[in-house]
Each structure stands twice: as C-alpha cells, then as structure tokens.
T-cell receptor, first 111, second 114 residues
Framework: DAKTTQPPSMDCAEGRAANLPCNHS???????VYWYRQIHSQGPQYIIH???NNETNEMASLIITEDRKSSTLILPHATLRDTAVYYC????????????FGKGTKLSVIP | NAGVTQTPKFRVLKTGQSMTLLCAQD?????MYWYRQDPGMGLRLIHY???????AKGEVPDGYNVSRLKKQNFLLGLESAAPSQTSVYFC?????????????FGPGTRLLVL
C-alpha cells in the first residue's frame, strides 16, 4: 500500500471548515483513500473513502486531486466534538485486510 | 444494534498470567480484526479472520493466539503475558469484499501487565 504524509497537527475555529490534507504521491490506480478519526481513548471511526471522484456523506467531504497524489478531508462546520486524530489511509481494496495507521493529524477545534 | 463490543474494558495482569479478550459483533460481518495501539502510535494489526473457523497473522502476531469459533465472536488470547503487551487493544469488523476496509471498531480494552 502507498505511504501517506499528513501534518502532525492543525487548529480550526469552531464553526469554520476544517481542511485536512494528505499526500499519497505513490498511490496506484486500484488503491482507495480512506479517512478514519480517533477521538481520545475511543476506537477509530470510519469517516469516508474514495477512489477517483470526490465524495460526500453526512460527516465530511473528500476531495481527491486529478492526479490522485493528494487529497483533502473537509469537515464543513467543525464542532468541539470533532477534536480528534485523523488518519488518511491508502489501501488496495478487497482482500488487503489491513489498515495501516500512521500517526495522523491531531485536529484541535478551538471555541 | 450494539455494533462491536469488547470485554473486559480494563485489566491488570502479572507477568506470566494468561487471559482472553472477547470481541463480539452483531452486524453479521465476515471479517474481524484485532489491533493494538501503543502510546503516540497508530494501530497495528495483530491477527484477523476472514470467516468463521479461519484466522491469519497480521503485522505483530507474536505472543498472541486467536480463535473464531462463531461468526459473531473473535477471541484474542495471551498465554503468558509480558510487560511489552501493555497496550490498548481494539477489535474491529467489516463486510467481505469491496469495501472491506470500512471497519467498525469497538471501544477498546486497556491492558496493563506488571
């Protein structure tokens, strides 16, 4: 699976959009981009995933560049409950079985 | 639906003792996983199962054994606990096939080995 690079930490004002970047320059054509988050002391929570197209669900939006070498997770209106570590993971899809969690980005939402 | 549950939530062991961590899921998922998370680090896969009666090794399997006798349960065993196994253990489950990486995690078991 391709390696990902994320900033170690970011701040965001409450109510504003949080944009979390992820670089995955070695991603191959059949690899997906997944985002998870882990709120302090809890189990990781799935947020969203995508292959080529941008995706949106009730939690967030995922923007993938045309060359697929980077992506951005967008939380449209960050709340204090969004304070967490966010993990960007690249995986080859069915059969890979393993999610490789790096150190992620610690997002702090500030009142 | 309870989702993924883990028992116990917290445990203290002495070196050399044994214990079993229980994971249960009520989503009828085929795949189940055990991860460990050490301070300041991401999760690492210990063992996983792609169906009832099957298990396989992950990234850090040494010192652990697993069993999947029922589809809804995945047990993680420590036969002789060591201080290096002090960690937080997370269980997860997912559907088979495409999208298997959409995993649902339990709340974790905190294990301290003295």
């Amino acid at each position: 699976d391709a390696k990902t690079t994320q900033p170690p930490s970011m701040d965001c004002a409450e109510g504003r959009a949080a944009n979390l970047p992820c670089n995955h320059s070695t991603i191959s054509g059949n690899e997906y981009v997944y985002w998870y988050r882990q709120i302090h002391s809890q189990g990781p929570q799935y947020i969203i995933h995508g292959l080529k197209n941008n995706e949106t669900n009730e939690m967030a939006s995922l923007i993938i560049t045309e060359d697929r070498k980077s992506s951005t997770l967008i939380l449209p209106h960050a709340t204090l409950r969004d304070t967490a570590v966010y993990y960007c993971i690249v995986t080859s899809g069915a059969g890979s079985y393993q999610l490789t969690f790096g150190k992620g980005t610690k997002l702090s939402v500030i009142p | 639906n309870a989702g993924v549950t883990q028992t116990p939530k917290f445990r203290v062991l002495k070196t050399g003792q044994s214990m079993t961590l229980l994971c249960a899921q009520d989503m009828n998922h085929e795949y189940m996983y055990w991860y460990r998370q050490d301070p300041g680090m991401g999760l690492r896969l210990i063992h996983y199962s792609v169906g009832e009666g099957t298990t396989a090794k992950g990234e850090v399997p040494d010192g652990y054994n697993v069993s999947r006798l029922k589809k809804q349960n995945f047990l993680l065993g420590l036969e002789s606990a060591a201080p290096s196994q002090t960690s937080v253990y997370f269980c997860a489950s997912s559907d088979a096939g495409l999208g298997g990486e959409t995993q649902y995690f339990g709340p974790g078991t905190r294990l301290l080995v003295l």
